[in-house]
C-alpha cells in the first residue's frame, strides 16, 4: 500500500533545500521503497494467519496487517508514497497524482516485493516437520470464492465486497494524503486502521485481501484453483480504486473552477469599473502606494487632454472681469 506524503519534487534550478522547494527521489528509491514495503506487509498479512487459526478469529491477521501498512507507510512513504497497494497506485492514477509510465512500474515493485515475502514464507514452511503440504497450508490463507470461501461466499459477493472495500481504502488514502488537508501527518495511522476494519471484514468472508499484489502472492504458492479464481482479486479492486479516484478527481475540479473563475471576475472587475479607489482596498497596507500610482495610469489615460486652470485665467482676465461686473449688476 502512500504515503501518506505525496511523492516528492526535485527542487526547480536556482532554489536552495530551505526554500520550500521539494526533493523528489529517483524511480530506482522509490520502486526499491514500494517493493519493501510490499514484501513486509505481505510477510506480516500472510505470517500471521499461516501460523494461527484464522477462522476462529481473524482479529490478530487484521491487526497485523493494518500494523504493518501503517510501518511501511511510516518508513518508506517519504521516498514513494508509501502505496503498497496496485488498487492504491491505480486510484493515484486515476485521480492524476502519479504518471501512468511510473503508477506501471509501482505496481510491477509491488508484485515483486510480494513475491518474495511469500517465498520466504513458503521457504519457512517447507522447514516444518509438522506440515506435509506447503501449498495446502497456503490454501488457508489465499483469497477465493464459493467452495474456497470460509463461509461459501458466491463470487458476486466476494466481488462486491472486494469493490466496495477497495473504493474505501483508496479514499482514505487519497482523503488523508490531499495537500491541503491538514491532519496529513496521521495519514498512515488512519490508512492502517481502515486497512486492518476492512481485513477483519474481508478475511471472514473468503480471505479479501484487497490488495492485487498480496492476492498474487498467496496464489503463486497455493493450489492450481487459487490461480484460476486470481481475476476477481485484481479486476474487483482495481474497479472500486478507479472509482475512488474518479471521486477525488471530481473534487479538485471545482476548486481549480473557482480560482479561475475569481481571477478571472477580479481581472473583469478592474477594467469595467475604471476605478482605481475600489481597486485598491484588496491591496495590504505595504502595496497601496504601488496601487495608486498604478492606478493613476487609466485615469490619466481616460482624460488625455485637460486644460490648465492657471493658464487659462491668465490669457482672459479681461473676459472673466465684465462676466462679474455684469452679475453685481455693474453691466447692463
Do not use: C
Not at 503440504?133 to 477465493?144: E, I, K, M, P, Y
Amino acid at each position: 500500500m502512500t504515503t501518506p506524503v505525496p511523492v516528492h519534487r526535485d527542487p526547480a534550478p536556482g532554489l536552495t533545500a530551505g526554500s520550500g522547494a521539494e526533493i523528489r527521489h529517483g524511480l530506482v528509491s522509490r520502486l526499491s521503497a514500494e517493493a519493501f514495503g510490499s514484501l513486509f506487509i505481505v510477510v506480516a498479512g500472510l505470517g500471521v494467519p499461516l501460523f494461527s487459526i484464522p477462522q476462529s478469529s481473524p482479529l490478530p491477521a487484521a491487526l497485523a496487517a493494518g500494523l504493518a501498512v501503517t510501518a511501511a507507510m511510516l518508513a518508506f512513504g517519504y521516498v514513494s508514497g508509501g502505496h503498497f497497494n496496485p488498487a492504491v497506485t491505480v486510484g493515484h492514477a486515476v485521480a492524476g497524482r502519479i504518471r501512468l509510465g511510473d503508477a506501471a512500474a509501482y505496481i510491477g515493485a509491488q508484485l515483486v516485493g510480494g513475491l518474495l515475502g511469500a517465498l520466504a514464507l513458503f521457504g519457512i514452511l517447507r522447514t516444518l516437520p509438522g506440515i506435509q503440504d506447503s501449498r495446502t497450508a497456503f490454501d488457508t490463507v489465499t483469497a477465493g470464492f464459493g467452495e474456497h470461501s470460509i463461509i461459501q461466499a458466491p463470487l458476486a459477493g466476494v466481488l462486491l465486497l472486494e469493490v466496495l472495500g477497495a473504493a474505501i481504502l483508496v479514499a482514505v488514502f487519497l482523503g488523508t494524503t490531499a495537500r491541503n488537508n491538514i491532519n496529513k501527518t496521521a495519514a498512515a495511522v488512519a490508512v492502517g486502521l481502515a486497512f486492518a476494519v476492512l481485513l477483519q471484514l474481508g478475511l471472514s468472508v473468503g480471505n479479501a485481501p484487497f490488495n492485487p499484489a498480496r492476492a498474487t502472492a498467496s496464489a503463486v504458492f497455493s493450489s492450481s484453483w487459487s490461480l484460476e479464481q486470481l481475476w476477481l482479486f485484481w479486476v474487483a479492486p482495481l474497479a472500486g480504486a478507479a472509482i475512488a479516484g474518479l471521486v477525488f478527481r471530481g473534487f479538485a475540479e471545482p476548486v481549480a473552477a473557482d480560482t479561475a473563475s475569481a481571477a478571472g471576475s477580479a481581472a473583469d472587475g478592474s477594467v469595467d469599473d475604471g476605478s482605481a479607489a475600489e481597486d485598491v482596498v484588496d491591496f495590504d497596507d505595504e502595496d497601496a502606494d504601488v496601487a495608486d500610482d498604478s492606478a493613476e495610469v487609466p485615469a490619466k489615460a481616460a482624460a488625455p487632454a485637460e486644460p490648465a486652470p492657471a493658464h487659462a485665467a491668465a490669457d482672459e482676465p479681461d473676459n472673466r472681469d465684465e462676466a462679474q461686473e455684469f452679475f453685481d449688476g455693474k453691466r447692463g
